[in-house]
């Protein structure tokens, strides 16, 4: 390494270090969020009182049809508004997405914790996987998870800091290897998963704009995001091992009990494993044969899919709760660890215990989540946006580059990947169209800006779990640290992301069956 080499990493990671101590100079995460939600009650009545407004093609996602929309700044320092705010903080708090995602799970996971079921499988992974291929394979089994919807947030990040930590390593850097697969990759995937046919239908509305006949399928990103999940991998990997590992230095907390002091796993241990997997196995082949009839009624009844609206999606996080339950009582009971019902009950009881402060962060960041987007600051910030990059008159490769860019700059402001599709859509599919460009091209250049920053916005609506995840390991850490850790990844995925589209449309290829570049 050159010694100009050496002086750019340093200069990058000063920067780092300076985003990490203006941030944690911040506030604590829950007074943060007050002050953020308490800043965008004074800007709506600001705004509102201003007239401020954007107007354009939005679709009605309860009619799904387009239509041209004024959308308004809203107070929440009116009458009306503070009804709102007093009215909504309770439907606010338990109509958080994710408390409820992350509690059932964590009863689950909670149990397969304390009955040594999940140290014991990661003694076992240390002593059959190298040492080399940790990174990349969290990276990608966090990529993969999206699948099952947000199970990766709740599941994966916390086993990637288990994992880092059985091989001795930082376990922050797992916890941000698999946040960036989970998230920042969030679009890559091998197979169709959730997301899908739920932006490739907002597209379609949008392309029946200008064509009522075309469509958008849910396979047409299949070929480029498969290519996207070992770029991801990649750049992942390479980010942990060489930047954001080394910049924590070595880990001086606790580890999980002791229980990674040694790999050795006992005879007793050894049979336990052996039957709490076997019991996996079983109820995984009960699940795969209640699904594969093409009646079942884990399927969507209407398409038969078992991705879009089918039951089985919308109970995964259910599924995933019993998967780790049922096979962490087997192991408890047969290792010893669990004498009775009541070992496992105050092992449930435990695992919720600890999310204590992740509840009381949540009531918090649940309210701003609310309070922006009841102001509609957010859909006049992507409104505005795209009437300026509609203004510029640039085309071309340019112009995509440019797209993504503000994507991933709306994504600071939106968490919902399909609510700022449902505004963006309709503006962008048909004016790409006219220029000559796919909607299954715009609708890449769309999924790659909205992944990248999901990993550094608060507003993403797991940040604040992962806040709390990461001061299992570092009490000092706070949102500085977080984005610090986090931002290398989302440089370096919005970079290697957008070349992979470049380099796409320079040899013409399909982004999926039947899906081309143009028009």
């Known amino acids: ?49 201003m007239g401020v407004s954007a107007s354009g093609e939005l679709i009605n996602r309860a009619t799904n049809t387009v239509e041209m929309q004024t959308i308004t700044a809203v107070s929440l320092l009116n009458q009306k508004g503070v009804i709102y705010m007093l009215t909504s903080a309770v439907k606010n708090f338990t109509g958080f997405a994710p408390l409820g995602v992350v509690l059932v799970a964590m009863l689950g996971v909670g149990v397969a914790e304390t009955s040594g079921y999940i140290p014991t499988i990661l003694k076992r992974t240390v002593a059959v996987t190298p040492r080399s291929l940790i990174t990349p394979v969290v990276v990608f089994l966090g990529i993969m998870s999206n ?124 049979k336990a494993l052996r039957m709490a997997n076997i019991t996996l196995l079983v109820m995984t082949l009960l699940v795969v044969l209640v699904c594969l009839p093409a009646d079942s009624f884990m399927r969507n009844p209407k398409t038969g899919s078992l991705i879009a609206g089918a039951p089985l999606m919308q109970s995964i996080i259910v599924l995933i709760m019993f998967f780790f339950l049922i096979p962490s009582v087997v192991f408890g009971y047969v290792s010893g660890k669990f004498k009775d019902n009541k070992d496992v009950c105050g092992a449930m009881g435990k695992a919720m215990s600890s999310m204590g402060a992740y509840i009381a962060l949540a009531f918090v960041a649940a309210q701003f989540i609310s309070y922006f987007s009841y102001t509609k600051l957010g859909t006049i910030i992507a409104l505005k ?36 599709w449902t505004i963006l859509a309709p503006v962008f599919i048909p004016m790409f169209m006219l220029l000559g460009y796919s909607p299954e091209l715009t609708q890449v250049a769309y999924r790659i800006g909205d992944s990248t920053t999901n990993i550094i916005t608060p507003l993403m ?30 440089i370096f995925f919005l970079i290697g992301w957008s070349l992979l589209l470049v380099v796409w449309m320079f040899f013409g290829l399909p982004l999926g069956p039947g899906a081309g570049l143009f028009m």
Do not use: C
């Not at 390494?1 to 985003?19: P, Y």
């Not at 922050?172 to 989970?182: E, I, N, R, T, W």
């Not at 992962?466 to 931002?487: Q, R």
């Open 147 to 270: 699948i099952a919807s947000d199970a990766g947030y709740v599941v994966l990040i916390p086993i990637g800091a288990l994992m880092f930590m059985a091989y001795g390593r930082h376990p922050m850097a797992g916890l941000a290897a698999a946040f960036a697969g989970v998230s920042g990759g969030f679009s890559a995937n091998l197979v169709i998963g959730t997301t899908d046919p739920l932006l490739s239908g907002i597209s379609t509305e949008a392309v029946h704009i200008l064509d009522a006949a075309r469509s958008v399928e849910p396979t047409s990103n299949w070929y480029f995001m498969i290519a996207s999940t070992f770029l991801i991998t990649i750049i992942g990997t390479i980010v942990t091992d060489y930047i954001v590992e080394p910049r924590l230095g070595k880990y001086n907390g606790k580890f999980l009990e002791g229980a990674f002091e040694s790999n050795q796993i006992t005879a007793k241990e050894q």
């Open 1 to 49: 390494m050159t010694a100009e080499t050496k002086k750019k990493v340093s200069l990058f990671d000063r920067f780092l270090n300076g985003v990490e101590r203006v941030g944690n100079k911040l506030p604590h995460p829950i007074a943060l969020f007050a002050i953020f939600a308490a800043v965008t009650a004074l800007l709506s009545a600001i705004f509102a009182a």
């Open 385 to 420: 946006g795209a009437q300026f990059i509609e203004s510029t008159g640039i085309g071309g490769i340019p112009l995509m580059i440019l797209f993504i860019l503000f994507s991933a700059f709306i994504n600071l402001f939106m968490g919902s990947a399909s609510a700022k």
């Open 461 to 490: 609506s797991y940040f604040a779990m992962i806040i709390v995840f990461a001061k299992e390991y570092d009490e000092n850490s706070g949102i500085g640290t977080l984005i610090s850790t986090m931002l290398p990844y989302s």
